[in-house]
């Protein structure tokens, strides 16, 4: 049954929406890994619960279009700055299913993106969607933000930090920044946002050795909901205390 389900959903292409909301189309190569992505979705889901987002207009929506809206900027045009040219190297904070970080590193086969969660058993079906795949420029971890900002090998690695739906702003800040080299950008997906978030959020982020760079307000193309991106630049070393163990953050943000 399960089989024949996968078989029966196609994703819509809705080539004109990813030109019109992002001055970006997909190319074959794009659509057949969305679509089989897709697939691997819903066959998954038979036996764990990934996401109640199935429907495929919707799952076009809210989880491939919402997820590469964060990096419009960059889909094509504007360009991130790297030492010796060297590969984008981004990271996607609580993963989940694999949001936002699977789509963009579909659509950038040229960025390098670590995914990390700290459910394994989400962790074990990314590697598999890798793997089936052939991605060559995506990785995904079992591992805890609190921790993972504190070891040499992630810590001011990463170019770009995209977190989604995982916690209030001023946690994911807490969470990306540590991951970022100096002039790096993280990125916190967002639904409604108001103008004593931002002025909370700015003091917690210059404790971390960064700054607000802009915050873009857009809607959903279908749903028409509404959606932020608030978008942090690094601009200094974050203290050495930060992040703090495992669950302080959450317990108590900035």
Request: glycine share 6%; net charge negative.
């Amino acid at each position: 049954m399960a089989k024949n389900i996968i078989q029966q959903s196609g994703l819509p292409k809705y080539i004109h929406l990813w030109q019109s909301t992002m001055n970006w189309q997909p190319d074959e190569g794009h659509i057949l890994e969305f679509q089989s992505f897709y697939d691997f979705i819903l066959e998954a889901n038979q036996q764990m619960n990934l996401t109640r987002i199935v429907e495929p207009k919707e799952f076009w929506e809210k989880h491939l279009w919402d997820s590469l809206r964060g990096i419009s900027p960059f889909l094509q045009g504007d360009s991130i700055a790297t030492e010796n040219e060297m590969p984008v190297q981004l990271i996607d904070i609580g993963t989940g299913a694999g949001f936002p970080g699977l789509p963009i590193a579909i659509a950038r086969p040229d960025w390098q993106v670590t995914l990390f969660d700290s459910t394994n058993k989400k962790i074990i079906f990314i590697n598999s969607v890798i793997h089936r795949l052939g991605m060559e420029n995506a990785k995904a971890i079992t591992a805890r933000a609190e921790e993972l900002g504190q070891e040499a090998e992630h810590r001011s690695q990463y170019h770009v930090a995209v977190t989604r739906a995982v916690a209030e702003a001023s946690v994911c800040a807490e969470y990306a920044l540590p991951l970022l080299k100096i002039g790096g950008l993280g990125i916190l997906y967002r639904g409604n946002w108001t103008d004593a978030e931002t002025d909370s959020l700015e003091i917690a982020v210059k404790k971390l050795g960064g700054a607000i760079d802009f915050i873009e307000k857009f809607e959903t193309p279908f749903s028409k909901a509404i959606r932020h991106c608030i978008y942090l630049r690094k601009i200094a070393p974050t203290p050495e205390e930060y992040p703090r163990t495992v669950g302080l953050p959450s317990h108590k943000p900035l």
